[in-house]
């Protein structure tokens, strides 16, 4: 098995997890899933081998774009999940 990630994911996963310790009511883990799939569709793949490898090669300009692009996607996301909840779309 070859050892790649998307980097985009942790940024995601990371940036839901925030949301989540903020947020004044739960998320439920479909909620999140939902959002992250959602969101990671929006954003351009970034594969790396290891995360720590393309931290060190991004300049801190980059890496705010980035996480610029992570937290539109979220909120695009969100938006799209809570116009249209799950039990919703399971029918």
Known sequence: ML????????LV?????KLAEQADQSFSQ??????ACLALNRLPP???RNTIDKGINVSEAQYLEMVA?????IEQAMGLVLRRPRQDREQ
Request: hydrophobic share 40%; proline share 0%.
């Open 3 to 10: 050892n790649i990630n998307n980097y985009y994911e942790r």
């Open 13 to 17: 996963i990371d940036r839901l997890w």
């Open 30 to 35: 479909a909620f999140q899933e939902d959002v």
């Open 46 to 48: 970034c594969y790396v």
């Open 69 to 73: 692009a992570v937290d539109k996607a």
